[in-house]
């Protein structure tokens, strides 16, 4: 192994790192002009340059190659139960939609508007939907749209209705299975996808409940009045003139559920949602075997879109293990630059500084959520603000016996829930952007994503629902860490 890189050098990597991730996502164009302009979008690349960055630090500071190697090696090793499961959820999701599943979810979800009670309502519906789909983009983006309709004729504050969509959105982003960032903290975290989605339900339930006594309390003034339903009821009729829409079909989430209760495999589980889901397609749907290799692999497709309303085509045409392989590759160039970054021992010098701060469990949950915050803001993306403090901390969440799924709550408690609060994030941007209403207006409504951090870290500070892992899983964990070290040492003497 090299020498220890000193804290400079590990700044200068960071960043490099951030203003790669800047200029890709056209954030450098945007402050300095034309000539620093891209319109990428995504972070695969910059990732990958960073990881060469990263690797030529620690090149110079004495690494070999097959050390580092290794360590990439190993970091991808981690992740690849995530891997499968995003896999598996894509097969889901495709099978739910053309089961009929998802459109039945939708449908009924639709019927408990009223306008009453329209905040409310339309935050639990964004939550139904979102839970569904497991995408808060592809909820703002359709049903949100809708709702943001209804509240305008409705002579509702833009930015509350927005507000309240948005925090039915990441509701659904954070807890639902079928969402990539559900799947990707418990990842790097260590924790199974199950146990993360239980552990959440202890912070998300009283963030929940809050906001919706609050929208309950702002929309009190519109109970009696009359509203236009007619966009609702276009997408209830198109859902009804497309699915066979019944009841039966919410058997297969209901099942779903029961298997999270179980505590059974995340796996076999999800496995199990895909056979029903295809069963109740071929019943329901009348969905023939022969099309079902292709609506598994590339999704769900409406056989004549141009005849179908454009909001559920796009609400709908989704799915397929095709559509995780973005963020497989996301998760595998993260891999690559984290391990690299933690092999060399830079993450573990960084994390040092920063958990100087925490003295006890308050704080170390403190420090995750800000740094989780700290890299939505500064590299405007939810999934960096996921995979780096991941690997940043969860040594440190180790060390002091912390389940994994305390680390993997913490992350999604911020790094998830925060990023459309970020105006140059591309959730902050793309909320904006769906719904017309700027990032700034609609996030001081957004009560869920403000209340769930400082719900996390109160629970930090009073030990509420932070639970120990025991001596012997803490044992395991050595062993692991040891025997990574000795494949990497192995790896350095050939």
């Not at 056209?26 to 319109?39: I, N, Q, R, S, W």
């Not at 889901?92 to 998802?102: H, Q, Y």
């Not at 552990?199 to 009190?220: D, F």
């Not at 397609?281 to 179908?308: E, R, T, Y």
Request: proline share 4%; glycine share 10%; hydrophobic share 50%.
């Amino acid at each position: 192994m090299g020498r220890k890189i000193p804290m400079w050098q590990c700044v200068v990597t960071m960043l490099f790192t951030l203003i790669a991730l800047a200029y890709s996502l056209g954030m450098l164009g945007k402050v300095f002009g034309p000539a620093f302009a891209c319109d990428y979008g995504l972070v695969h690349i910059p990732l990958i340059c960073s990881a060469i960055f990263a690797a030529i630090i620690a090149i110079i500071n004495g690494y070999k190659w097959s050390f580092l190697e290794a360590g990439i090696l190993a970091s991808i090793n981690r992740s690849m139960q995530a891997m499968l499961i995003l896999l598996t959820v894509g097969l889901l999701i495709g099978s739910w939609i053309a089961g009929g599943v998802v459109p039945a979810m939708i449908y009924y979800g639709l019927k408990i508007l009223s306008p009453g009670i329209f905040l409310l309502a339309s935050c639990l519906l964004c939550c139904i939907v979102s839970l569904a789909t497991g995408s808060s983009w592809t909820t703002a983006g359709t049903i949100g749209i809708a709702l943001i309709g209804i509240g305008k004729g409705l002579g509702m504050d833009p930015a509350m209705v927005a507000g309240a969509i948005v925090s039915g959105a990441y509701f659904g982003d954070k807890m639902s299975p079928l969402s990539d960032t559900t799947n990707l903290a418990p990842a790097m975290a260590g924790a199974t996808l199950f146990d993360h989605i239980r552990h959440m339900v202890w912070t998300v339930t009283p963030s929940l409940v809050l906001a919706l006594i609050i929208y309950g309390i702002l929309g009190m003034g519109k109970a009696g009045q009359t509203v236009d339903m007619s966009v609702v009821n276009a997408l209830q009729e198109g859902l009804k003139g497309n699915f066979n829409i019944n009841l039966a079909l919410l058997i297969p989430p209901i099942v779903v559920i029961a298997i999270v209760a179980l505590r059974l495999p995340a796996l076999p589980g999800l496995m199990g949602g895909i056979i029903l889901g295809c069963l109740f397609g071929s019943i329901f749907q009348g969905v023939s075997l022969a099309d079902w290799p292709g609506i598994l692999h590339n999704g769900f497709k409406f056989a004549n879109p141009d005849a179908v309303m454009p909001d559920l085509v796009s609400l709908l045409e989704k799915g397929g293990m095709a559509s995780m392989l973005q963020t497989i590759n996301l998760i595998i160039c993260a891999m690559c630059f984290g391990g690299i970054m933690d092999a060399s021992g830079m993450l573990a010098t960084m994390a040092q500084a920063l958990l100087k701060a925490a003295k006890n469990t308050g704080s170390l949950i403190t420090v995750t959520i800000f740094s989780c915050i700290f890299m939505n803001v500064i590299a405007g993306d939810q999934y960096l603000a996921i995979v780096l403090p991941g690997r940043m901390y969860k040594e440190a969440f180790e060390d002091r016996k912390l389940a994994p799924k305390n680390l993997s709550r913490a992350l999604e408690d911020s790094g998830t829930i925060t990023s459309c609060l970020v105006p140059w994030n591309t959730c902050g941007a793309a909320m904006s952007t769906f719904l017309g209403v700027p990032t700034a207006s609609y996030g001081r409504y957004a009560f869920l994503n403000i209340i769930n951090p400082l719900v996390s870290i109160f629970y930090g500070f009073t030990g509420i629902s932070m639970e120990k892992m025991t001596d012997e899983h803490y044992a395991k964990i050595i062993e692991e860490r040891e025997a990574e070290k000795a494949a990497a040492l192995k790896a350095l003497e050939a």
